[in-house]
């Protein structure tokens, strides 16, 4: 149980387009769901948090703007990366949870690798 | 500022053995304790969770430690294996959840 999956697994495309990312609960119904970006050899680093039917919560220093997160239902978030530069190329990874924003276990999906040209 | 620091980039040891992972933390206050592992290209799994109240869980071949006075958290696996092999990171969960950056394991057989 408690299966997350993410589409695509990996993209490429080209400087100034936009980018969307889905991320699924196929088992259970998500209360929270959480977007990370891990770039090489580094920690995952939250960029932030959704519930559904609610806005996104963007940590500090990351714009709202150019991740555009929506969280549609229980099982469905997306996160639309716009107007992408070869910076933002990097190992995003969405988790979903049955709790609230912390102290839960959660559950990963299997990452999507973006690399802008 | 928060720090969450896993003892090592790398760690090689043989097959059987025991291996020993280090979590340490500073200017946090932890509820809860996780331990996920992670391969290359794969998002995380999860292991295990230990509350602040807890000193010690287990769960087949781990084994959690979580010594709030210390702020330290020992991961251990035993009589490890080549399948192991993989990036362990720890998690401090409070308000939020944050990760530190892996320890990469590697068991030679």
């Known amino acids: 149980g408690a299966v997350v999956s993410q589409h695509p697994s990996w993209v490429i495309c080209k400087s100034g387009t936009s980018v969307k990312i889905e991320c699924r609960s196929l088992?259970?119904?998500?209360?929270?769901m959480f977007w990370y970006r891990q770039f090489p050899k580094q920690s995952l680093m939250l960029m932030a948090t959704s519930n559904e039917g609610s806005k996104a919560t963007y940590e500090q220093g990351v714009e709202k703007d150019k991740f555009l997160i929506n969280h549609a239902s229980l099982t469905l978030s997306t996160l639309t990366v716009t107007s992408a530069h070869p910076e933002d190329s990097s190992f995003y990874i969405c988790?979903?949870?049955?709790?609230?924003?912390?102290?839960?276990?959660?559950?990963f999906g299997p990452g999507t690798r973006l690399t802008v040209t | 500022s928060q720090k969450i620091e896993q003892n090592s980039e790398a760690l090689n040891i043989q097959e059987g053995k025991t291996a020993t992972l280090t979590c340490n933390y500073t200017?946090?206050?932890?509820?809860?304790l996780q331990w996920y592992r992670q391969d290359p290209g794969r998002g995380p799994v999860f292991l295990l969770l230990?509350?602040?109240?807890?000193k010690e869980k287990r769960k087949e071949r781990l084994k959690v430690t979580f010594d709030t006075t210390l702020k330290q958290s020992l991961f251990h696996i035993t009589a490890s294996q080549p399948a192991d092999s993989a990036t362990y990171l720890c998690a401090l969960s409070n308000n939020d959840m944050r990760f530190g950056a892996g320890t990469r394991l590697t068991v030679k057989p």
């Open positions: 988790s979903a949870s049955f709790g609230g924003r912390s102290s839960y276990e959660q559950y």
């Open positions: 200017n946090y206050s932890p509820a809860y």
């Open positions: 230990i509350r602040e109240n807890e």
């Open positions: 088992d259970f119904q998500a209360t929270t």
